[in-house]
C-alpha cells in the first residue's frame, strides 16, 4: 500500500500544469494588461504585477493584484503606481521580508526613446499599504529592460538587471525600437532606493527580424552560489546570450551565446528552494517567434536544460514576458502576457512542478 501511494503521489507531482488568468482582457479600461511579474511575499500570498492600458490609449498605469492560494485565484487589481499624461509599465519586484519595492519604467507619450524615468513604490507591511511612487534615480538616459525581479543575494545586497540605449548616452534618440542598440548591466542596493550599476554587457549580433533589437537587452538573473550569478539577455538573433560573474555582479564575463534559443524576448530564470542547484527557467523556446512558451530545468548553472516543456502555445500570437517564483508548496508559478485576436492581452499562470519538467515526453 505504502508503495501504490508512493506512486500516486509521484503521478500527481509530474501531472500537466494547472493553467489559469489573472487579469482578463475586458476591451475596455484593462484592454491590454502587459509584462508581469510574480513574487511570493512573506506571509505566503503571491503579488502579480503588470502594466495595464485601456482600449486604444497610450497611457500605462501599473496594477498589482494578489493570490492567498497559490496562483489559482487572484484579487482585483489595485492601483500601484500611474502619472496621466505618462506611460508607466515594464514593472518588476523586490521583495526582503515584509519589505515589498515595485519599480516601473516611465516614458512620455508618445514615446521619443530618449529618455526614461524608473518609479517606485514601497510597502513596509507585505502590500497592505504602500508609499507614493518615488523617482529612483539611474545614471542612463533611456533605461527599459528591468523587468525581471530584483533579489536579495547571500551578502545581503539587492540586485536588479537593467539596458539602456546606447544612441541616448549620444544625445539622439532612435526612430523605432529596431533602431535601438541596448547594453545591459546590474544594478546593486543596500537599501532598494540609490543603486549603483556594474556591468556593459552588449554585442553586435545579425538580426533575424528588422524590428527586433540590437545588442544586448532585459538581463534575467540569478545567484547559482554565494557571489555566484548567471544573467540571461535577450538579443535580436537567434538565441538568448549569458554572462557570469564570481564576485556578487561587480564584474562580468565577455557576453556569449547561452544554450537558450530565443528571439527578441526575454527569460525568466529561478533558482528551486528544495534543490539550491538546479535553476528553473521560461522563455519563447523559438529563433524567430514569440510563441511557444516553454519551460526548462538546469542543474549546472544554466549550461545545459532539460528537454522544453510546452507552457502555452498559440501559434500566431505571443506569449511572452514571463515571470516565476514559487508557492509555499514549492510549486512553481509562471505568469506571462497573452495576445489575444483582437489586440488586447490577458496576464495568465501555469503552476507545475520540478517532477513535471523531468518527466519524460511533451
Sequence with gaps: MRQFLLLVAALAAAAPPETGVVARSDGA?????????????????????????????TDGRIMGSFSTDGGRTWSAPRLLIDEPGMNDGDPNILVDGDQVFVYATRVKI????????TFMVHSRDSGATWSRPQEIFIPRQYTPGKQHNAIKLSDGTYAMGISWDLWAEKGMAARTEGEMVLSSGLLKSRDGIKWTLHGNLTAFIEK????????????SIVELAPGELLVILR??????????????????????????????????????????????AVWNNSPINRFPLTAALSADGGR???????????????????????????????????????????????????????????
Excluded: M
Aim: hydrophobic share 35%.
Design 29 to 57: 479600461a484593462f484592454h491590454r494588461n502587459t509584462i508581469p511579474q510574480v513574487a511570493r511575499l512573506s506571509d505566503g500570498r503571491l503579488l502579480c504585477v503588470f502594466g495595464v492600458y485601456a482600449k486604444d490609449s
Design 110 to 117: 508618445p514615446n521619443t526613446i530618449d529618455k526614461a524615468w
Design 208 to 219: 533575424e527580424t528588422p524590428g527586433a533589437t540590437n545588442g544586448l537587452a532585459e538581463p
Design 235 to 280: 538579443s535580436g538573433g537567434s538565441r538568448h546570450w549569458e554572462s557570469r560573474s564570481t564576485d556578487y555582479g561587480a564584474t562580468w564575463s565577455e557576453p556569449k551565446p547561452s544554450a537558450l534559443i530565443g528571439h527578441n524576448t526575454p527569460t525568466a530564470l529561478w533558482r528551486l528552494e528544495e534543490a539550491p542547484g538546479e535553476i528553473v
Design 304 to 362: 545545459t536544460f532539460t528537454r522544453p516543456k510546452i507552457l502555452a502555445n498559440p501559434i500566431g500570437y505571443q506569449v511572452s514576458y514571463p515571470g516565476l517564483t514559487q508557492a509555499s508548496d514549492r510549486t512553481i508559478v509562471a505568469v506571462w502576457q497573452q495576445a489575444l485576436p483582437d489586440g488586447g492581452r490577458d496576464i495568465r499562470w501555469a503552476r507545475f512542478t520540478r517532477e513535471w519538467l523531468l518527466a519524460p515526453g511533451e
